[in-house]
């Protein structure tokens, strides 16, 4: 489970990519220091560092074979999330773990940290805006003072306000 967890947080990755995901698809960056990859065949994915020494542990116990299922093959890589599931007591309460959460939850937690969306799209593997559709909604304003605006308009600080405009907005 906590390779599911790892991966599907840490990296955001799709059930095929966790599945086929061997010790040997993560690395370390090469020009960033202490920052771990994820190498597919498509693109790089930055491993989130809350997650990072979970990783790097369970590659130390697999070091040749997958992550998930170890070097075995068929039924023991047909779905694990599935048969952990089923042996876990999970209040009726809490919602159903699935790996499209986990992806989700990765995905906010990117874009909430300043990942632009031309980078995010690129780490995640993605073609269209419209799956961003359903991360907005989970996105939190980075204040309350609006001064998400100031990056927007191209202005880095609110002491350089336009030439012939009251701080004020106007309202003077």
């Not at 130390?60 to 070097?71: F, K, M, N, V």
């Not at 909430?112 to 961003?132: I, P």
Request: glycine share 10%; net charge negative; charged share 20%.
């Amino acid at each position: 489970m906590a390779t599911i967890l790892s991966l599907g947080l840490g990296a955001g990755l799709r059930r095929a990519e966790m599945y086929e995901l061997r010790t040997s698809h993560v690395v370390h960056h090469p020009v960033h220091e202490g920052l771990l990859v994820v190498v597919l065949p498509d693109r790089l994915v930055p491993l989130r560092h809350e997650v990072s020494d979970m990783v790097v542990h369970l590659c130390d116990e697999e070091p040749t074979g997958r992550l998930i299922g170890g070097a075995g093959t068929g039924k023991s890589l047909t779905d694990p999330l599935g048969r952990m599931r089923e042996a876990l007591d999970v209040p009726a309460s809490l919602p159903l773990l699935n790996l499209s959460r986990l992806r989700t939850t990765w995905a906010v937690a990117c874009l909430s940290d300043g990942a632009n969306l031309a980078e995010f799209q690129r780490m995640a593997g993605t073609k269209s805006g419209r799956v961003l559709e359903k991360f907005a909604g989970f996105i939190s304003p980075r204040d309350t003072n609006d001064d998400w605006m100031l990056p927007a308009s191209g202005t880095r600080s609110a002491t350089s306000p336009m030439p012939g405009l009251p701080m004020d907005g106007g309202n003077a």
